[in-house]
């Protein structure tokens, strides 16, 4: 038990702070380390790591946790709350809990930083303990209070892969938008020719793209509502590297943002130009935060998108979803929608460098200093 720089909850108070926990982290979390960033008595967020493997290098996984609640602006306290599928073992020495040896080195980790503890929990499947009691006494899991009836958008029973998921759609629906994409693609390589004949859908499609930011811009005020060759449209610009930068770019900024990240795309193809250092920055996460709602109407249309698309299709449109939820600081769906695009094509290349990405990069700059839209 770490007896400097150390708060012990009495166990009423971390029954109470166990029972507010998943409102901080937007979620219930499972097979977890949950960090807490305190400022003198205040926390208003969490973050959350996968519990280490077994035979995982405990001083690198300690030594990156802290350095992660470190880089929150003010933070002089942690709490760490482990949840954990397996039981609490009754020894003749005592209560010997999950994930200790790890958490230890957490602990040691953050007392070397100069953090003070507020409390560590264990969350385990037969009860909740402390890791900073002597002598650890297993409670039951119904000392947690109930979570508090929470709106539809803000419910957080869910562990955290909850809402990662592809939307379902209808059968029908996907073969509409399949058609669609066959369609546009003709036409858009040459492969034939309008003609009074064509499908006037299919015209509308091509003249949307005559104008792809401003395109850009318009998907995102119907997220979920997009017609098929609108879809089909949005699928065929996300399969070309330059435009599917700049949608992410401008999804991230706002429509000059676009217009420039494609002029710069354009320069580069054409003429090698370098791309500006802002434009690479902000997909490394730097410089000013993006607006959370741009972000998840953006995170909404590329999740429809690929529901809907081909299966060959589906990679780009996984990718940007995986971009843009680690911009909103889910890191782990963002892993979710890259399995999901390595599995179709294991060498999609916006995929490999976002996964390379976010293994050096956990969560964006912007996550440890707030957002725009607070």
Do not use: K
């Amino acid at each position: 038990m770490l007896s400097v720089m150390t708060t012990v909850l009495r166990a009423s108070d971390s029954a109470q702070f166990l029972g507010i926990v998943p409102m901080l982290a937007g979620f219930t979390p499972r097979r977890s380390v949950v960090l807490l960033p305190f400022r003198g008595t205040r926390t208003e967020g969490a973050m959350r790591l996968d519990l280490p493997d077994t035979g995982a290098a405990l001083d690198r996984y300690a030594a990156a946790a802290i350095e992660l609640v470190r880089r929150v602006a003010g933070t002089d306290a942690v709490a760490v709350v482990v949840y954990t599928d397996e039981d609490t073992t009754l020894t003749p020495d005592g209560l010997v809990l999950p994930a200790a040896v790890a958490v230890d080195h957490v602990l040691g980790c953050a007392h070397a930083a100069g953090l003070r503890i507020v409390d560590a929990l264990c969350v385990a499947r037969d009860g909740w303990s402390s890791y900073l009691e002597e002598a650890p006494a297993r409670h039951p899991l119904t000392e947690i209070p109930p979570m508090p009836d929470l709106p539809e958008a803000s419910d957080v029973s869910g562990d955290q892969f909850a809402g990662a998921q592809l939307p379902a759609v209808a059968r029908v629906e996907r073969e509409r938008v399949i058609r669609a994409l066959r369609r546009l693609g003709a036409l858009l390589d040459g492969d034939a020719r309008p003609t009074g004949r064509t499908d006037p859908q299919a015209i509308a499609a091509l003249v949307l793209l005559e104008d792809i930011p401003a395109f850009f811009e318009s998907v995102l005020s119907a997220p979920e509502e997009l017609p098929p060759f609108a879809t089909a449209a949005l699928l065929w610009c996300l399969e070309q590297p330059m435009l599917r930068d700049t949608a992410i770019a401008q999804w991230a900024t706002d429509l000059a943002g676009g217009v420039r990240t494609l002029g710069a795309q354009v320069a580069y193809s054409a003429r090698g130009t370098e791309l500006p250092d802002d434009i690479g920055r902000l997909f490394a996460g730097h410089g000013a935060a993006p607006d959370n709602e741009r972000l998840r109407r953006a995170l909404l249309v590329v999740r429809h998108a690929a529901a809907l698309a081909p299966r060959a299709a589906r990679p780009a449109p996984l990718t940007a979803a995986a971009w843009l939820s680690w911009a909103l600081g889910r890191a782990t769906h963002a892993g979710r929608y890259l399995d999901l695009a390595r599995r179709i094509d294991p060498d999609y290349r916006l995929a490999v460098m976002i996964d390379m990405l976010i293994a050096t990069v956990p969560l964006p700059e912007w996550a440890f200093r707030g957002r725009r839209d607070g």
